[in-house]
T-cell receptor
Framework: SQQGEEDPQALSIQEGENATMNCSYK?????LQWYRQNSGRGLVHLIL?????REKHSGRLRVTLDTSKKSSSLLITASRAADTASYFC??????????FGKGTTLSVSS | SAVISQKPSRDICQRGTSLTIQCQVD?????MFWYRQQPGQSLTLIAT?????????ESGFVIDKFPISRPNLTFSTLTVSNMSPEDSSIYLC??????????????FGPGTRLTVL
């Protein structure tokens, strides 16, 4: 079963622009993680944010978490063509495996 | 992080047959999981592979269709039994814990792309 929804389902931007993806979920969580997948290949772990954290940064990535609204956002700044991929949020409850959202397909054109 | 390999990387199978997918990790890990990703879809958890005991399956997945083994802390297999075209998917192994990396972070293998004719 899937925990939540990503929004938008697809996003097309120009190189240099910022990309924002949102994720909503339904139940309480221990942490939320973002992954990237290029063209149906394996998943690359991007960032983990715990339920007691509100914001985390990693390079050009910024993740926020609002547990009161059960939502998270992933911001990619100064996007590059190489950022073209599908992005998934995944939530973790205590003692369980990750449950994935439906994903956002990002296309960055040069 | 751990290096995770899967065999085969892809296969084309006839309906009614079975395929066993192997997942090998280069270090001992605490948890191993199997996911399915149907074409154009997100990942769905099939089961948690438990070392030395029966796997724990998610709703909608049963042991007769997806038998799983985990004989040790570095290896697991998933069998897709009596296949039909609806089983065409990417099957991904995922690991956590031990020397794989930080706790709570799951790492994924490259996936096995299965096509059933």
């Amino acid at each position: 079963s899937q925990q939540g929804e990503e929004d938008p389902q697809a996003l097309s931007i120009q190189e240099g622009e910022n990309a924002t993806m949102n994720c909503s979920y339904k139940t309480s969580i221990n942490n939320l993680q973002w992954y990237r997948q290029n063209s149906g290949r394996g998943l690359v772990h991007l960032i983990l944010i715990r339920s007691n954290e509100r914001e985390k940064h990693s390079g050009r990535l910024r993740v926020t978490l609002d547990t009161s609204k059960k939502s998270s956002s992933l911001l990619i700044t100064a996007s590059r063509a190489a950022d073209t991929a599908s992005y998934f949020c995944a939530t973790r409850q205590a003692g369980t495996a990750l449950i994935f959202g439906k994903g956002t397909t990002l296309s960055v054109s040069s | 992080s751990a290096v995770i390999s899967q065999k085969p990387s892809r296969d084309i199978c006839q309906r009614g047959t079975s395929l066993t997918i192997q997942c090998q990790v280069d270090s001992q890990v605490t948890m191993m999981f199997w996911y399915r990703q149907q074409p154009g879809q997100s990942l769905t958890l099939i089961a948690t592979a438990n070392q030395g005991s029966e796997a724990t399956y998610e709703s909608g997945f049963v042991i007769d269709k997806f038998p799983i083994s985990r004989p040790n802390l570095t290896f697991s297999t998933l069998t897709v039994s009596n296949m039909s075209p609806e089983d065409s998917s990417i099957y991904l192994c995922s690991v956590e814990g031990g020397r794989a990396g930080p706790t709570d972070t799951q790492y994924f293998g490259p996936g096995t792309r299965l096509t059933v004719l």
